[in-house]
């Protein structure tokens, strides 16, 4: 028997043989494993040893002319305080003087350098609200520091600031600002139908009541949200933290083709006697990956504060209908319905409030549809339901509405794919005159243009950070309130970031911010955008080459694809740090040729593209579009090598990595799959229904990977936590059972503490099966290394006692 280390010498000695052969080698040389594994460590690292400072700015506006934003050093963060009609910047506040104070009223060191705040507010005078230590604290501009009997945030406020709302064990309770008095204004709300909430299934409370007040003040908007009869989906704890029994974890969960949906009672409640009063129409199934329509967007108060309307998205999403609701007598009317043969879009971004904005002043409603080929915006009577204009007619789609002034009758808009030659995700910011239809570009220098909007962070890793650190996400806007300033960051994947404020005609007021790069370390290689084509020959479509920062190009070089198999999103970061940025980086470091592309079938383009895979989810961005272009890789470059071809991703990434292995065991010879909704039977049914079809006989069996599982060939990890009620493990273990019963050799990890997430653990034994089984070098024994995701979550919790 040969012993471990005997083994590992072997193995060595076979490398060095490999490495000093003719030029094209099957493995890289530079380096050596345990080399490259410390500096895909340093990758993740990026965050905690501060690479890259300033790669965005969230602003928080205080008034319409002054905002503030925290300013990361290399010592921590500053909050930074702008008037936005000179770009003159200065301290927030003197934070010295607040260091000070709060050292002395807990008793524990404060830096001055990098005060941990969370949840900050500042109002318009300059006085401070926020969390510091686990207390809640008020510091006035005059430099007086009090503790609050209550965290900030939480409730509602009245528009005329006489009352607030909050909630509590599904119900609603009215607060007199001016006295503090407290009146229940609910009683039959309970746990699976509670008022102003989420559905179950999110597996989290609302940090807020959902809900709008009427502009006079009077009355609520809200809904109750009706998960009694929504089926039961557990998931166990095995290893419960302070236990030894298992326990059970249940979440009301609406799967393709139940019966009984989550859904939406829609009524509103007059403050003052607690009436309620409820709409006389088809209570609102759950859509759009499980959001409400109120947070959701999808309702609103018109300026008489009678009339209320929200937005009937179908179940399965063909349809919508704006719906009239008279909140004195209940009774409803359709205003205008919108409907299609695939699925239908009301925004970019299904996880954001969609684009559609309600003009009181005129009764008018702006509205997102892709009718014509790519999203454009309408403008629609709602006095009669009737088309007054398009407001946008291309060239190009608009990505995200940012807001509108309606007083100037403008709106302000990000679009994209309007510069031919250009990336077709890239954004550039323009403007919308609402009464002749006419786009003037505001902002156009090369690269991607990143406004804020309001309770819509995808992709922006600044404002996530600062709403997971207990920020209000519906304070945090680039556009300013009123409408006479943005600030964008301007940004590539290839290159750092800079930060502007410009005035509403696109003029630039200041550079806020140029990333500061200076701690990158001088290995560093950034990736390179790729163009490729499609395998319909004709479709180009756009992605990232990760190269290791030791290439050699005499060698040969493995290659992976990591990929997302989600119709709902498109995947290649458009700057350092989005989405798989840093793990993509990170295996190439290790030794591989790291690709990231989005085939077709996936959002962020033309309806055509987007819609490729609409009842057929399992070709969401399309598994021959990956092989084309890592075949082109190798016709490109002489060190791809296309004969060692792996695929790693999570979630709807591990889907397709799973079917990648299964499907085309030809090419694809090495795959890590994480937390794959590996049959969309098992997963929400706002997933399924919205891009697949209402399952109806036989229709979701295409899509079930369990048919697959006697393809496969290559060496197969499959991962999932087992608190993951996100996407419950439930259909990977119906993939386990079938490679089983197929006699296949596969890898199993199972993460009994981990929800839907990849522990710092688990990434070190991602990274070593691709070693080991794609590039054939035997890994470091238990390497340790921290996670980029681990260190945000560390940095969001600061000091152990904030929480």
């Known amino acids: 028997m040969i012993s471990p280390a005997a083994g590992r010498l072997a193995r060595n000695l076979i490398f060095l043989a490999v490495a000093t052969s003719p030029a094209w080698a099957q493995q890289p040389a530079a380096g050596t494993v345990l080399e490259r594994y410390h500096r895909a460590a340093a990758v993740q690292a990026h965050r905690k040893d501060r690479w890259i400072l300033n790669s965005g700015l969230v602003p928080h506006w205080m008034t319409a002319d002054r905002f503030w934003y925290p300013r990361q050093t290399p010592a921590g963060r500053r909050y930074l305080a702008v008037d936005a009609r000179t770009g003159a910047r200065s301290d927030l506040f003197d934070h010295g003087k607040l260091a000070g104070l709060l050292a002395k009223e807990t008793g524990k060191p404060a830096d001055p350098d990098n005060l941990n705040l969370v949840a900050v507010y500042a109002d318009p005078n300059g006085d401070l609200r926020f969390r510091f230590r686990n207390k809640a604290w008020r510091y006035t501009a005059g430099g007086v520091l009090s503790a609050l009997s209550a965290p900030p945030g939480g409730e509602s406020i009245a528009p005329d600031g006489s009352a607030a709302v909050g909630l509590r064990g599904g119900n609603l309770w009215l607060r007199n600002l001016a006295t503090g008095a407290e009146r229940q204004l609910t009683a039959d709300g309970e746990p699976l139908y509670g008022y102003a909430d989420q559905p179950d299934a999110t597996g989290r409370k609302a940090t807020a009541p959902y809900l709008i007040w009427s502009p006079d003040s009077k009355k609520l908007l809200t809904i109750q949200t009706d998960d009694r009869k929504t089926g039961e989906f557990p998931t166990i704890d095995f290893a419960p933290a302070g236990s030894l029994r298992p326990q059970v974890i249940m979440r009301r969960t609406t799967l393709p083709g139940d019966a009984t949906p989550t859904h939406f009672r829609i009524l509103t409640i007059d403050v003052a006697t607690g009436r309620q009063v409820t709409a006389r129409y088809p209570e609102v199934v759950v859509t759009r990956m499980k959001d409400t329509p109120i947070d959701g967007g999808r309702a609103w108060w018109a300026a008489d504060s009678r009339t209320a ?465 794609l590039a054939g070098l035997e890994p470091p024994a238990e390497f340790t290394v921290t996670s980029d995701a681990d260190y945000l979550m560390a940095e969001i919790a600061g000091d152990p006692n904030d929480k």
Do not use: C
């Open 309 to 773: 309307y929200f937005i009937d998205i179908e179940r399965g999403e063909r349809a919508a209908h704006v719906v009239r609701f008279d909140t004195e007598t209940g009774q409803t009317a359709v205003v205008f319905t919108e409907r299609t043969d695939t699925f239908l879009e009301l925004g970019v971004d299904v996880y954001a409030p969609v684009s559609v904005r309600y003009l009181p002043t005129a009764n008018q409603l702006i509205w997102y549809s892709e009718r014509t080929g790519a999203a454009q915006l309408y403008l629609y009577s709602l006095a009669d339901g009737q088309l007054i204009r398009p407001l946008t007619t291309g060239p190009g789609r608009v990505h995200t509405l940012l807001g509108v002034d309606e007083r100037r009758r403008q709106a302000f808009v990000t679009i994209s794919g309007a510069t031919p030659g250009r990336n077709p995700y890239e954004r550039t910011v323009a403007r919308v005159d609402l009464d002749r239809g006419v786009t003037t570009v505001l902002s156009d220098q090369p690269g991607d243009h990143q406004v804020v909007v309001p309770g819509s962070l995808s992709g922006n890793t600044d404002a996530l950070f600062e709403i997971f650190a207990g920020g209000d996400a519906k304070a945090i806007n680039g556009l300013s309130p009123g409408f006479d300033f943005f600030v964008e960051t301007v940004t590539a994947a290839n290159r750092g970031s800079e930060s502007f404020l410009r005035d509403r005609d696109g003029r630039v007021i200041s550079t806020l911010e140029t990333a500061d790069l200076s701690r990158i370390p001088a290995w560093w290689r950034w990736p390179e955008p790729m163009t490729f084509t499609a395998a319909d020959d004709s479709t180009e479509l756009r992605g990232l080459l990760f190269r290791p920062s030791t290439l050699d190009p005499r060698r040969k070089y493995p290659i992976i694809d990591l990929v997302y198999g989600g119709p709902q999103t498109s995947v290649t970061p458009m700057s350092f740090g989005q989405g798989s940025y840093v793990d993509a980086a990170s295996l190439a470091e290790l030794g591989f040729l790291v690709l990231i592309v989005d085939g077709r079938g996936t959002t962020g383009r033309n309806r055509a593209f987007a819609t490729a895979s609409y009842g057929k989810i399992q070709n969401a961005s399309f598994d021959e579009d990956h092989i084309a272009a890592a075949k082109q890789l190798g016709r490109r470059f002489r060190y791809a090598d296309t004969t060692r071809v792996g695929a790693t991703g999570f979630s709807g990434g591990g889907f397709m990595t799973a079917r990648l292995l299964l499907g085309h065991p030809e090419f694809y010879r090495v795959g890590v799959a994480g937390a794959g909704n590996y049959d969309q039977r098992l997963f929400y049914s706002t997933w399924g229904e919205r891009y697949h079809g209402l399952l109806s006989g036989d229709n979701y069996q295409v899509q079930d990977l369990t048919r697959l599982a006697k393809n496969l060939r290559g060496k197969l990890l499959l991962y999932h936590g087992m608190v993951d009620y996100g996407v419950n493990p439930a259909a990977m273990f119906r993939l386990v059972q079938a490679l089983m019963d197929a006699n296949k050799d596969f890898d199993l990890l199972l993460y009994p503490r981990a929800a839907h997430q990849l522990p710092s653990y688990g990434l070190r034994r991602n990274w070593d099966y691709f070693v080991r089984h």
